[in-house]
């Protein structure tokens, strides 16, 4: 969905803003008393520029009363089909006709810059499109996919093509993983994964163990569903069913440690991690780096040869980064955070060319104007950015091109 912008006519080359903060906090004090105001934003594809949004106003004379209040500055005023209360009215209906069918929803987002409201369904079930038919034709955007696409709920499966579960539970600590190829080492790694009782009998000849120290958010448990070889890499099948609705930012530990057969290994030297994508920026634990080939029956490895990855060790000091940088790799860097009173959700950047937004459904973000913060891009195709301070992590995604507040 487009954002409703000014006549291109209007737009110059200059100025150029970062987050305009204090132009911001202005130009609402004034717009907020104006007949028809609906929202402001800043606008990262026309230079940072601030956006008034209105509707039903006379934009002319709103523009003419800018241009004299701030001359020389970055500021239209731009017309919308609807205001914040309609399509406000529009989400309700939909969400209580979604919820009488019974139909699981994962939130709400009021977009009138962009003419919508968006109903996130997390899975467009047959009932969900039943009752959607209801509302065409109006201004609803719908996130979500298809039912037969959806991760099933099942129980946790006890044995799959090469290996078998020893056991399993909420304990341990999360973003682990650990080998064994003696009892010793089994011992130990049953005690990381904080496992209750004596660890079952491994085959050392045909076997080896695997600890993967998962993670869920409260409300989302995750299944382990199998054991994949990639390449020199080793790494679960997790899966998270309720993932789909957005899950809580906390993160729980879920050990699941495993008996893997010889046969299924890597040629060695390999590793081991969670999943496919690399461990996040300061979770160095996750990667287990395997020095020595285990694929033959009954060869061990020495604690020396069962180590972290050095490559992941994030510096003490991460580099500092301003509005307008850019981002490399999956670098951490260091943020200083500057509230956008313009958008109703906090906002990151220009970092990387894009805008960042908090991830829907995330915790409530408690970072304060002027708070440093730690950031981790993800890389990859995910456009995604883990933002921390010491005591909690927020998940940010890319904005799309033009976009400037969520």
Known sequence: MPQFRADESLYRDEPVYGNADELVQEVHEWAAGQPGFVELGLDRERNGWVTVWV??????AMSQQVAQRWPGEGIVVVDVPWTVG????????????????GVRTGGTA??????????????????AKEVLAQFAGRPLCVEGIPADEAPKEKDQPLAGEGWRLLGEDETGEAY???????DAQLDRLWALAGLEGEPSTVDWDSEIAVWFGAVYGSGCPVRMDGVVVEGDLLHADLVVPNSVYGCPADANPHSFVVAVERQQ?????????????????????????????????????????????????IPAEPPLVTDGDA?????????????DPGCEVPTLGPLDGSTWRLADREGPWDVEDGEELTLYPLGGEDDQIVASTQHMDWLLARLPEGNTCP
């Open 176 to 182: 682990r993983s650990g080998v064994a190829t003696t």
């Open 327 to 339: 981002l490399h790799g999956d670098e951490a860097v260091r943020y200083v955070y500057r509230d």
């Open 55 to 60: 509707k039903d106003a006379d934009v002319e």
């Open 265 to 313: 290994l890597p040629e060695g030297p390999f590793h081991v991690q969670l999943e496919a994508r690399d461990p996040y920026p300061g979770t160095a634990d996750e990667r287990t780096v395997v020095d020595v080939d285990l694929s033959t029956p009954g060869s061990t490895a020495t604690d020396d040869q069962l180590h972290l990855d050095p490559t992941l060790v």
């Open 86 to 101: 309609e399509l406000q009215s529009l989400a309700t209906e939909v969400n209580a006709a979604l919820d009488q069918a």
């Open 110 to 127: 009021l977009m009138p810059h962009h003419g919508v409201a968006e109903i996130s369904l997390g899975v467009i079930t047959p009932e």
